[in-house]
């Protein structure tokens, strides 16, 4: 019968998802070697050095992962996004790294636009003149067609994304992931180690079945020394437009993210209240906040997006200039 | 009818039905689903097995309060986990493999699909009336090699589950064409999260929209297998590893889950006649 792979690692195991995985000397002889061999490995000097350039122009990067789907991930990074660029100053990305199921299209309002290649490089598509988009969305010719790849083959693709997009200066690169911690997640945080990242967004549902996921993500951060810049709750709590008495639909049985948080020392950027209009708001393609700018929800969203845009203004990057 | 024959031997060979539960979105109810389900099929006197596909974010054990417990192996390789003295439904999860409930299984592709082989070929699952497969939101290397190792198992086919909005039905097209790309049945759509009652007025509110799963149903021409509403007392079941089917007969969710096991289990029966 075949090695369980789950079985015990060696000694100086070099980690599986470090560029050393099935290559270093510890690995000789463990019966992962083969599979950490194949995984896509960082990208070689020439291809990181590519990247660099490309995001040279980029002032400030964020993630917004989960580990959990159904979350709000997409929901988030659209009203990120708007809320962003709200200040017509400021110059905003939002990159779509969902292959499988990428939401951004529909939820930005661009479903059925096209991706136009220049001598840059592929243009973003752009919902404002300061808001642009990219999506493996804008790469299927229709709402049927199912993108059905192994990992190696997404990976490939979020790298064009970074080295072919012609973004331009960049204020805020906000990059939405799908759920767990895999190719597409190690594969960002590999390439975008060529530039820096300020930080994930780690979005979660008051519910253990949300946490229990989400603790991991946090895990997988601290494992690929990715900065934490804080949490979001997402539908927590439903206030009756009838009664207006609150309900817990998704119950914090363990005592929600403020718990978790608390005990993994990492911030609570706050609490979003669930609101019918923010589903409808994303199926139009319009951006909630514009739409509901007295919900409570609403309220919560500018809150953390303020407190947001303070921490990547307190940890500002100086770019090194490579001599 | 080499495969044949290894299929009439292995460890799978005493499961009458295989189903598959996807989705193509997260969130929307695959694992609350694959529980209810298969809690349902035991009220109705079935010997049910869930096989925990998704990797990176296991939600079964939890869901039967078994998260603590190990797996064994035995002659024909690994035990899986029974949730209760009856044996009439046994759980398999990398759940059970992590040695701490927050590691991370940060792995890629190659190496999720050599555990997802083992799990379908080195489980001693025993006779089950139905193996209910819980997947990952998604299209991709899970469900490749799932429906690839199932292929010789011949699987009843799978229950797609989505919520109302377009977002979350956006996802799940994708899916169906995977089903068909890849030949497998659709038994139909299970539209979850479908209204909220108010417990305190009564009001129904559709917090995710309403009538996406049924449209997509009739759109793609696959069986609608029902509507599920929002139900606080369900979550609260799930995340306490109850059994909900049990002790709340009178929810809002309930009649909607069981007509969902009766359809399957009178597909199965029309399927042998």
């Not at chain 1, 690169?173 to 060529?194: F, K």
């Not at chain 2, 389900?37 to 925990?52: N, P, Q």
Request: contains cysteine; negative net charge; glycine residues 10%.
């Amino acid at each position: 019968m075949a090695e369980a792979p789950c079985g015990p690692q060696p000694e100086d195991c070099p980690g599986t998802n470090s560029a050393q995985a099935g290559r270093a000397a510890a690995c000789q002889g463990c019966p992962n070697q083969r599979l950490c061999a194949t995984g896509a490995a960082a990208p070689d000097p020439a291809e990181a050095a590519e990247l660099r350039e490309r995001l040279r122009s980029v002032k400030h990067t964020i993630l917004v992962l989960s580990g959990k789907g159904g979350v709000g991930k997409s929901t988030f990074s659209a009203l990120l996004a708007h809320g962003l660029a709200a200040d017509e100053a400021k110059q905003v990305a939002l990159l779509d790294i969902d292959i499988c199921g990428p939401s951004i299209p529909k939820m930005m309002g661009l479903e059925g636009e096209q991706v136009h290649q220049s001598g840059s490089g592929w243009s973003p598509v752009y919902v404002e003149e300061n808001l642009g988009v990219m999506s493996v969305g804008f790469l299927l010719s229709s709402p049927d067609d199912a993108v059905i790849w192994r990992g190696p083959k997404k990976n490939g693709l979020i790298k064009q994304f970074l080295r072919d997009v012609d973004w331009g200066e960049i204020d805020y690169l906000i990059v939405d992931t799908p759920p767990g911690t895999s190719d597409e997640h190690l594969s960002i945080v590999q390439y975008l180690s060529a530039t820096h990242i300020d930080g994930a967004v780690i979005i979660t549902t008051p519910q253990e079945v949300s946490l229990q996921d989400v603790r991991k993500e946090i895990n997988f951060c601290h494992k690929v020394k990715l900065p934490i810049i804080g949490v979001v709750e997402n539908m927590s709590g439903f206030i009756c437009p009838k009664c207006k008495n609150e309900s817990q639909i998704f119950p914090p049985t363990t005592g929600g993210a403020e718990k978790m948080c608390q005990n993994l020392n990492v911030s609570l950027l706050g609490k979003v209240p669930l609101d019918p209009q923010i589903g409808k708001s994303c199926d139009k393609g319009q951006s909630f906040l514009s739409e509901a700018p007295e919900s409570p929800a609403t309220l919560s969203y500018r809150n953390i997006i303020q407190r947001i845009q303070e921490y990547c203004d307190q940890h500002h990057f100086h770019e090194e200039k490579i001599i | 009818m080499e495969e044949e024959a290894a299929a009439e031997r292995s460890n799978l060979a005493g499961v009458r039905h295989i189903l598959l539960v996807l989705s193509g979105k997260g969130g929307v109810g695959k694992s609350t689903i694959s529980t209810e389900l298969a809690l349902s099929l035991r009220h109705s006197g079935k010997k049910v097995g869930i096989l925990d596909v998704d990797l990176c974010g296991p939600s079964i054990p939890r869901m039967f309060r078994v998260q603590d417990n190990d797996v064994h192996q035995c002659d024909s390789g690994w035990v899986p986990v029974f949730v209760d003295q009856d044996k009439s439904i046994s759980l398999m999860s990398i759940g059970f493999l992590l040695e701490k409930p927050d590691d991370a299984v940060v792995w890629r592709g190659p190496k999720k699909n050599a555990l997802i082989k083992q799990f379908v070929a080195d489980v001693a699952w025993g006779d089950l009336d139905f193996l209910i497969v819980d997947t990952p939101p998604g299209t991709s290397d899970e469900h490749i090699s799932t429906v690839e190792a199932l292929r010789p198992y011949k699987p009843l086919g799978a229950i797609l589950v989505t919520t109302p909005q377009a977002v979350s039905v956006g996802d799940v097209r994708r899916e169906l064409t995977f089903c068909k790309k890849t030949g497998l049945r659709v038994l139909g759509i299970v539209e979850n999260m479908s209204g909220f009652v108010c417990p305190h007025c009564s009001e129904c509110t559709n917090i995710f929209s309403k009538g996406g799963g049924e449209e997509l149903a009739k759109h793609a021409g696959v069986p609608f297998l029902g509507c599920v509403p929002l139900d606080p007392q369900l979550s609260q079941s799930l995340e306490e590893g109850r059994d909900f089917i049990q002790e709340f007969p009178k929810s809002s969710a309930f009649p909607a889950l069981a007509r969902i096991a009766q359809q399957i289990l009178d597909g199965t029966s029309q399927r042998s006649s």
